[in-house]
Every structure is written in C-alpha cells, then in structure tokens.
T-cell receptor
Framework: EDKVVQSPLSLVVHEGDTVTLNCSYEVTNFRSLLWYKQEKKAPTFLFMLTSSGIEKKSGRLSSILDKKELFSILNITATQTGDSAVYLCAGRTQGGSEKLVFGKGTKLTVNP | KAGVTQTPRYLIKTRGQQVTLSCSPISGHRSVSWYQQTPGQGLQFLFEYFSETQRNKGNFPGRFSGRQFSNSRSEMNVSTLELGDSALYLC????????????FGPGTRLTVT
C-alpha cells in the first residue's frame, strides 16, 4: 500500500529560526514528490521534485529529493509568522494518472 | 487565469440524502482529481477524471461517484450520506501530463447531521 509519512507532526519555532520538515515515501511506480502549504483553505503548491539531488528554491523555501533513500526535506530559513501553516507532501504515481498520496502534514507554528 | 472554483462552498445534509458537488478547473486543464480531507485521515484520493474518462480511483465505496463534462468541469456525487462523510472535499486541476503541478480549489465543506 502506498504510504507517505511526514515528521515531525507539529513544530513550534520563533521568528528567524530555520526549520527542516521531513517526508518519507513508499509509492508504487513513483514519479514525483510535491510539497504544498495549507493555511485555512486549499493547499497551495510549493514545489514538485522529480530528480534526486537537485535543490529547488523559492525565496526562503527550498526542497530536495533523495530517490535512493526515498525521502524529501523542505527547508524554511528566517521563518516569519506568515509561514505558520500545515505543510503537506505527496507522492505521485506513474501510469497515466494524477493520483497523489498525501502525508498527514506537519503543522508549523512560528511565534513572534 | 482564474483559479479552480468549487460550488457550493458549504453544505449541510442529513443522513441518507445525496449530494452533488461541482468543480470548474483552470482553463485549459483537462485533469480533475477529487480528494476528501478529514482531521483523522488527512487528504485521501477519491478519483481522477481526464478527458471525460475516469483514469484512477481511490479506496472509497461505490456511494462516491463522479463524472467529467466535455468542458472539463467535473461533478462528484455521494449517495446515502453517512455521518462519516462529513469532510472538506477538494478538487485539483492540472493539464494532465505527468510533469504538471496540481492546483487545488477552495473546497466544499460538507456536514452530515
């Protein structure tokens, strides 16, 4: 059965801290891994990773995939209160389908 | 471009009733996927439609069904509602190729009493 596990489940930090969120996956015919940020509404897309070892960056956020060890990390540097959200990772299967298998998420709280 | 839209945004139904939810994807996107989100189970895949055909289905009972129209708009239907069907139902739109991202709509919050 396909499975995505995120850790930690929750995290509380102070503004300015750097955080690392973890995602391990066991997904049949793995194709890519996606990261989303969910505040009160719909998840918003952050990154899609398909190749090992290539870091993707967007401002203070970055992410990398290790297809040998089956995990990904999401880094956020110089955290701000606006980064408070649930961060979701999802594995995408091959086979002509858009099915995503989601982890339960990491709830990040950034205190001023 | 306009984003993914879902209607209605909120819905209250009683057990045994049925419900239909609607999703309009981003213009040009041909794939629509549906997900159920609950506090206990997180986001779970329901099904995906591409060019009016169901391309994949998750592990949900037959009470959950869907369809897609020629303009890529999609509907999902839940019959004989149960209390456990209370959830946020999200649809996601993508061009439908393996290298594309999925973009989520705001969701429909369904409460079954």
């Amino acid at each position: 059965e396909d499975k995505v596990v995120q850790s930690p489940l929750s995290l509380v930090v102070h503004e300015g801290d750097t955080v690392t969120l973890n995602c391990s996956y066991e997904v049949t015919n793995f194709r890519s891994l996606l990261w989303y940020k969910q505040e009160k509404k719909a998840p918003t897309f952050l990154f899609m990773l398909t190749s090992s070892g290539i870091e993707k960056k967007s401002g203070r956020l970055s992410s990398i995939l290790d297809k040998k060890e089956l995990f990904s990390i999401l880094n956020i540097t110089a955290t701000q209160t606006g980064d408070s959200a649930v961060y979701l990772c999802a594995g995408r299967t091959q086979g002509g389908s858009e099915k995503l298998v989601f982890g339960k998420g990491t709830k990040l709280t950034v205190n001023p | 471009k306009a984003g993914v839209t879902q209607t209605p945004r909120y819905l209250i139904k009683t057990r045994g009733q049925q419900v239909t939810l609607s999703c309009s994807p981003i213009s040009g996107h041909r794939s629509v996927s549906w997900y159920q989100q609950t506090p206990g189970q997180g986001l779970q895949f329901l099904f995906e439609y591409f060019s009016e055909t169901q391309r994949n289905k998750g592990n949900f009972p037959g009470r959950f069904s869907g369809r897609q129209f020629s303009n890529s708009r999609s509907e999902m239907n839940v019959s004989t509602l149960e209390l456990g069907d209370s959830a946020l139902y999200l649809c996601a739109s993508s061009p439908g190729t393996w290298a594309s991202e999925q973009y989520f709509g705001p969701g429909t919050r369904l409460t079954v009493t």
